[in-house]
T-cell receptor, first 113, second 114 residues
Framework: GAGVSQSPSNKVTEKGKDVELRCDPISGHTALYWYRQRLGQGLEFLIYFQGNSAPDKSGLPSDRFSAERTGESVSTLTIQRTQQEDSAVYLC???????????FGPGTRLTVL | AQKITQTQPGMFVQEKEAVTLDCTYD???????LFWYKQPSSGEMIFLIY??????QNATEGRYSLNFQKARKSANLVISASQLGDSAMYFCAMREGNFNKFYFGSGTKLNVKP
């Protein structure tokens, strides 16, 4: 079956512009995670959605970052007024309810010039 | 304090030999889960193995096993009979209790030599 998909795969933007990253989780997966991975580093947790519960936004680094998810479907991560330090790969993962394994998407490589 | 510590930025292993990748964790929650992921140069994250804090036996998945030493708070990954395709970054991760966050280590880059 289809895995987690993310779009775009690459995004180059100018400093100060807004960007929107999209994640399509595996159908039926209630949990969805966003992570940031800077070059050569590990994954930083950003935000978590579980069904219709309030999201866990504790990992968002600033108020320029926001994310939405409608029910158990697509999620978008928005970065406003991008800065060069936002350059990273943004990874999305989903998992079925009450199962710990996360299934990762291929990521979106964001470059802020 | 770091939740997950991987002290080996890079490792080399000869093909067909076994290798151990170190991971220590920090939590006061009695319920947690430990994970290992592989990230090849293509960038995808591949789940390898999971160990629950209450599991009595060390987890094994094919050539992967997790050496879980609870008192020492370590969860080392052992790869037996290394293959060239095992060359990749390896990340240790933890989920605490009922919390939603996963904490990832900084990774170990494994190179398998022919």
């Amino acid at each position: 079956g289809a895995g987690v998909s993310q779009s775009p795969s690459n995004k180059v933007t100018e400093k100060g512009k807004d960007v929107e990253l999209r994640c399509d989780p595996i159908s039926g997966h209630t949990a969805l995670y966003w992570y940031r991975q800077r070059l050569g580093q590990g994954l930083e947790f950003l935000i978590y959605f579980q069904g219709n519960s309030a999201p866990d936004k504790s990992g968002l680094p600033s108020d320029r970052f926001s994310a939405e998810r409608t029910g158990e479907s697509v999620s978008t991560l928005t970065i406003q007024r991008t800065q060069q330090e936002d350059s990273a790969v943004y990874l999305c993962a989903s998992s079925p309810a009450r199962v710990d394994e996360q299934f990762f998407g291929p990521g979106t490589r964001l470059t802020v010039l | 304090a770091q939740k997950i510590t991987q002290t080996q930025p890079g490792m080399f292993v000869q093909e067909k030999e076994a290798v151990t990748l170190d991971c220590t964790y920090d939590t006061s929650d009695p319920s947690y889960g430990l994970f290992w992921y592989k990230q090849p140069s293509s960038g995808e994250m591949i789940f390898l193995i999971y160990q629950g804090s209450y599991d009595q036996q060390n987890a094994t998945e094919g050539r992967y096993s997790l050496n879980f030493q609870k008192a020492r708070k370590s969860a080392n990954l052992v790869i037996s009979a290394s293959q060239l395709g095992d060359s990749a970054m390896y990340f240790c991760a933890m989920r605490e209790g009922n919390f939603n966050k996963f904490y990832f280590g900084s990774g170990t880059k494994l190179n398998v030599k022919p």
